[in-house]
Each structure stands twice: as structure tokens, then as C-alpha cells.
């Protein structure tokens, strides 16, 4: 008996969770004008699983990064809504403190990283879908951006810049 207590500490307890809840999508919708937005689509997908992710699994520890980063938004949101003592999405004047955020600024670069090239414009949401249990409840949107404008990234602007001729003091004529 005095055995089978010594084992009990090497299985895990599943009482910490407060409250099961799905997890947030990334979802975006973009167009080459703000007038001309597609509609949602879910932008991250699942990393490809096989034998060889056992032991190096690059693509699913990205998207385990990615969907860090969104609970982390969700997280700073609800901290900000609980400083200013409101709703974020009840009051479009907290919008431009949400905006500030780091973790806004990373899913805003995340989202852009993910945009085909001819999107000049988008705005992207997180969203918690139902369980398939539940055929009633839903989808839940639980942060929706302001409209963005895409902007190059400075790396790009250095690219892009024509080359000049660089000429040495031997070579004056």
C-alpha cells in the first residue's frame, strides 16, 4: 500500500486547469485597397507531423511560439482592460493603448509576414471556435485590429535603393 503512495507522486494531477477554453486563430483579411478586404482566413497552420519531429521539430515549435504570442496578446489586453477599468472592445478610445502593446506590434508583423505580396491593406482578428460538442455556443471574437496599411520594412527600403558608383581618389580623371 505504502508503494502504491510513493507512485502517486509520479502521476500527474489535472485539477490546476480553472476553466477548459478553446484557443485562439489567428484570422486575417486583406485586399489592395481598404474598400476591397477579402474575406477571414485562418492564418496559421498545423506543422506537418512525422517521425523525425520526435527529435527536431522546428515547425512545431514555431507554431507553439506563434500560439504563445496570441495568448499573450490576450493576456496584455486583459491586463490593460483591468488597469483602465473597462472593456477594450466596448471602448474604441483604448484601441490606440492596445496598438502600443509589444505583443500587438509582434501578431501585427506576424500577420504581415504571413500577407501574400500584393496585400496592400489588411486587419486580422483572434477568434475561439466552439467545441464540436457544443453545436449551439458560437464563434467568439475576442480582439478585432484597426484597418493597417502595409508599410515595407526598412530592410526592404535599403534593397530597393539604387546602387550608386563609388569612385576612389586613383580613379579621378
Known amino acids: 500500500m505504502r508503494a502504491l503512495a ?35 482566413r485562418a492564418l496559421a497552420r498545423r506543422a506537418p507531423r512525422g ?28 491586463a490593460l482592460a483591468e488597469h483602465l477599468e473597462t472593456s477594450v472592445a466596448a471602448h474604441p478610445e483604448t484601441s490606440a493603448a492596445v496598438e502600443q502593446l509589444v505583443s500587438y506590434r509582434l501578431v501585427t508583423r506576424l500577420v504581415v509576414a504571413q500577407l501574400p505580396t500584393e496585400a496592400a491593406h489588411f486587419q486580422f482578428k483572434l477568434t475561439v471556435f466552439p467545441d464540436v460538442a457544443d453545436a449551439e455556443q458560437r464563434a467568439e471574437d475576442l480582439l478585432i485590429s484597426a484597418l493597417h496599411a502595409r508599410t515595407a520594412p526598412a530592410h526592404a527600403a535599403l534593397r530597393a535603393a539604387p546602387a550608386r558608383e563609388v569612385t576612389t581618389r586613383g580613379d579621378e580623371t
Do not use: K, Y
Request: aromatic residues 10%.
Open 6 to 40: 510513493t507512485l502517486r507522486v509520479l502521476l500527474p494531477s489535472w485539477r490546476f486547469f480553472d476553466d477548459i477554453a478553446g484557443s485562439p486563430v489567428l484570422m486575417a483579411r486583406f485586399g489592395a485597397s481598404s474598400q476591397a478586404l477579402g474575406s477571414w
Open 51 to 78: 517521425p523525425g519531429s520526435l527529435f527536431v521539430n522546428a515547425r512545431g515549435n514555431l507554431a507553439l511560439a506563434h500560439h504563445a504570442l496570441l495568448e499573450h496578446l490576450l493576456s496584455d489586453v486583459a
